[in-house]
């Protein structure tokens, strides 16, 4: 364990560093320990807890109490904070899910780092960015690892006292919504919650789930794999909150990575469309780079900005007033893929190719 100085004042940075592939060890040590002095300082600033301000050292990483969410607040040694700097360099915590480059970390703690530091770090990042995408795809192919932390549906049911849709009043609600497989999905009668399961392929093993509301607010609520394990009174490791990313991209694990993947904010739209996933919010997106990527948000102001950036940075997305037109739909009410399903069995249209509706091209975002 590194405990952390005293001393609130940040010691001088005067930095020298070579930046080839064979950087100078003494060079990269220097720069760590330039960066743990900081660490230890937001440490010292945000937490009163001597136990919360220590750093632990770990193979190619610093592992620390979460300074954004606080962790854990009945055990002072949970240290789910995590500053990485091996294949690759960045902050996660695998309580609330902050993801950030160590300079954007340090920065949101009124932490600045010196311009030959960011330079370090950048190229850290830069020089292992293949390695790094080639590791973490692999997470996608180890399911034999996964189905031993998934969570078995059972479990879960049981917990919280759901039922099988199959035999609830929600089965019409969800026909009407178009779903075609209602085992992905259970009901809590006494609650009004309806519980739609990311499910390991060919299992009923469960990586994250969300619940959508219908007595309560808010209206949609996702748990993620440590979340699971934290409301089934389960301890959580650090394994568990390396799968985090991936537990709440619904379908992620039924891609066809030579195919076009459709990017959906909502996992109900996302089990209507072949090769797609759903993120739960327009503010996540997949956690890899794959070939094809291309997004189909909501019909919204909220869709219509987030596709807006995508398109700004190069990515197709849908051409949602294209498509209305086209079918003379005039509205300036919220839609979405299954509005849309729902809207042509009710109006009796049919739906045109939707791959016609997609485009990367800039001059195309006032069709948006």
Same mark, same amino acid.
């Given at each position: ?9 940040? +010691?001088?940075?005067?930095? !020298? ?6 950087? *100078?060890?003494? /060079?990269?040590? #220097?720069? %760590? ?119 078995? +549906?059972?479990?879960?049911? !049981? ?6 849709? *199959?035999?609830? /009043?929600?089965? #019409?609600? %969800? ?194």
């Amino acid at each position: 364990m590194i405990p952390s100085n005293p001393s609130e004042k940040e +010691r001088p940075v005067s930095l !020298s560093f070579s930046l080839s592939e064979n950087e *100078n060890t003494a /060079d990269k040590k #220097t720069f %760590l320990s330039d960066i743990l002095q900081k660490v230890a300082l937001v440490l010292r600033r945000r937490f009163t807890q001597y136990e919360k301000q220590q750093i632990d050292s770990k193979p190619g990483r610093y592992n620390f109490a979460c300074p954004y969410c606080g962790d854990s607040h009945t055990d002072a040694h949970k240290k789910r904070g995590n500053l990485y700097f091996g294949d690759s360099f960045y902050y996660k915590c695998y309580n609330c899910g902050k993801y950030a480059s160590v300079d954007v970390f340090l920065k949101n703690f009124q932490i600045d780092l010196t311009s030959e530091e960011i330079i370090w770090a950048k190229n850290w990042e830069n020089r292992n960015l293949q390695k790094s995408e080639d590791l973490n795809i692999s997470f996608l192919y180890d399911q034999s690892k996964l189905a031993q932390i998934a969570i078995p +549906r059972e479990t879960i049911e !049981s917990k919280f006292q759901l039922m099988r849709v *199959n035999s609830s /009043d929600i089965s #019409t609600y %969800l026909i009407k919504r178009r779903q075609p497989q209602l085992e992905r999905f259970s009901w809590c009668p006494v609650k009004q919650q309806l519980y739609i399961f990311n499910l390991l392929p060919q299992t009923n093993l469960v990586l994250g789930y969300q619940i959508r509301n219908f007595k309560y607010q808010p209206k949609y609520l996702t748990y993620d794999l440590s979340k699971m394990y934290e409301m089934l009174d389960l301890e959580s490791t650090l394994e568990v909150g390396e799968y985090n990313d991936i537990s709440t991209i619904f379908g992620i694990l039924d891609l066809d990575m030579n195919r076009p993947i459709t990017v959906f904010e909502g996992p109900l739209d996302s089990f209507l469309l072949r090769n797609s996933v759903g993120t739960c919010s327009v503010n996540i997106d997949i956690p890899f780079k794959f070939g094809h990527i291309r997004y189909l948000y909501d019909y919204d102001s909220a869709g219509i900005k987030s596709a807006l950036e995508k398109a700004e940075a190069g990515y197709s997305v849908f051409l949602w007033k294209k498509l209305l037109r086209d079918l003379d739909i005039y509205t300036t009410k919220k839609m979405d893929l299954t509005d849309l399903l729902v809207l042509s069995k009710r109006k009796g249209f049919q739906i045109p190719r939707l791959s016609n509706y997609f485009s990367q091209n800039k001059f195309d975002v006032y069709e948006l």
